[in-house]
């Protein structure tokens, strides 16, 4: 028995261990991410423009979502923020001025995961444009955005993120599983040899 309480320890353990390895790698590469926003992060344009918008890898959901744009300590934002296809948008107010704006957003992902960020941008001129585009943003308008508790993967809004796209990790299961058989197999072999017979001790003693 003594032999078998430590076989059965490392069973234990290395069932451990390999749940640890499955359910503690999968949720890293679950969550939604930010890959963009226009305008970009730091980005200086002609004028305010009308919407300021968060791209994501995969859709947001609506509930939970929030936008603020701070310039001149008052917030812009107009209205609740619009979930069109992958993309959170949020309109401004018309009249507002040139200077530094502040944009804090706040979504909720796919998997009901929150995730929040902040990006700046400064506008030249005073006024929104009109028909919902950023007036004056360059081609490079849109450009990675770090996020708050995930990883910001990728740059361009046409490709999904690596975080959502990952395999499933079946080597890792793998390893798992044969170190799980490997130890069952030490304790069966060893439970065996202690329930054999043994030969009395003084039958190969000499007289």
């Known amino acids: 028995m003594r032999t078998i309480r430590p076989l059965l320890a490392a069973v234990v353990a290395a069932i451990a261990f390999a749940s640890a390895l499955l359910f503690g790698a999968a949720p890293a590469s679950a969550h939604d991410v930010a890959e963009s926003t226009t305008p970009a992060n730091g980005a200086r344009v002609a004028e305010v423009p009308a919407s300021v918008s968060i791209t994501f890898n995969n859709r947001p959901l609506a509930i939970g979502s929030g936008v603020t744009v701070t310039a001149g300590g008052e917030n812009w934002a107009d209205g609740a923020v619009e979930i069109i296809d992958n993309m959170a948008v949020q309109k401004l107010r018309p009249g507002a001025p040139a200077g530094e704006y ?46 708050a508790g995930t990883a910001a993967p990728g740059t361009e809004n046409t490709e999904p993120a690596p975080a959502a796209s990952q395999p499933f990790p079946w080597s890792i299961v793998g390893l798992a599983v044969v170190a799980i058989a490997l130890v069952i197999f030490l304790a069966v072999t060893a439970r065996k040899k202690l329930a054999a017979p043994s030969e009395p001790d003084g039958e190969n003693s000499p007289e």
Request: charged share 10%; hydrophobic share 35%; glycine share 14%.
């Open 102 to 147: 502040t944009v804090v957003w706040r979504a909720v992902s796919s998997d009901s995961h929150p995730i929040e960020g902040t990006f700046k941008f400064t506008a030249s001129g005073t006024g929104t444009t009109t028909a919902g585009g950023s007036a004056g943003a360059s081609p490079s308008a849109s450009a990675v955005v770090p996020t």
